[in-house]
């Protein structure tokens, strides 16, 4: 099974991502996850992401679209997959529909974290993660980018009947049994 976790910054992707790899048995990427550790363990891929990362902007499409493609390709990954921050741009949707089809492959959902803004930003300012990106001002470039470039991403799936919404406002367990009824 192969699924798109979708939804703005805070919306809780990470953590329901980590609750349906344990109920799935399938492996859970994190786009931010890897670029956190790549920065973390100061890789050139680190140093390259770093600013970027930083100022609440995107890494450039062409950058994630090899990393992904990379790690999707190692075994691990063979019998499905958790996508949790990717795609993040039409131009990254198109390049990973294009990937799918030439590994005979198909998305299976997309599912559709909703959450309002204030709680967005609420939720964020007080998860203390200590995240250099978590700043009132960083949070409201993220949003602001989430609107301009990765919303579009939802319409590019809607066109393929795919876009599956879960009302992300609830406890952990709750939202969780939302998403795993929808899958089944
Ligand atoms: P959040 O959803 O809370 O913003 P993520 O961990 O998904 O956090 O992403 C953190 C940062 O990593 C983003 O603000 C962006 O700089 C970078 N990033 C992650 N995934 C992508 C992607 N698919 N394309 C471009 N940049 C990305």
Do not use: C, W
Not at 99 to 126: G, H, M, Q, Y
């Amino acid at each position: 099974m192969n699924i798109i976790l979708f939804g703005p910054p805070g919306a809780g992707k990470g953590t329901q991502a980590k609750l349906l790899q344990n109920e799935y048995n399938i492996p859970h990427l994190s786009t931010g996850d890897i670029f956190r550790a790549a920065i973390k363990n100061k890789t050139p891929l680190g140093v390259k992401v770093k600013s970027i990362l930083d100022a609440g902007e995107l890494v450039p499409d062409e950058t994630v679209v090899d990393l992904v493609a990379d790690e999707l390709s190692k075994e691990k990954y063979q019998d499905g997959y958790i996508l949790d921050g990717f795609p993040r741009t039409v131009v990254q949707a198109e390049a990973f529909d294009a990937f799918l089809e030439k590994n005979n492959d198909s998305l299976d959902a997309f599912i559709l974290l909703s959450v309002p803004e204030e709680e967005l930003i609420k939720r964020i300012l007080s998860r203390g993660e200590g995240r250099s990106d978590d700043t009132e001002e960083k949070v409201k470039t993220r949003l602001k980018v989430y609107h301009d470039e990765t919303e579009p991403v939802m319409k590019h799936y809607q066109k393929q009947n795919k876009v599956q919404k879960i009302d992300g406002i609830g406890s952990i367990d709750e939202i969780f049994e939302r998403i795993t009824k929808q899958l089944s």
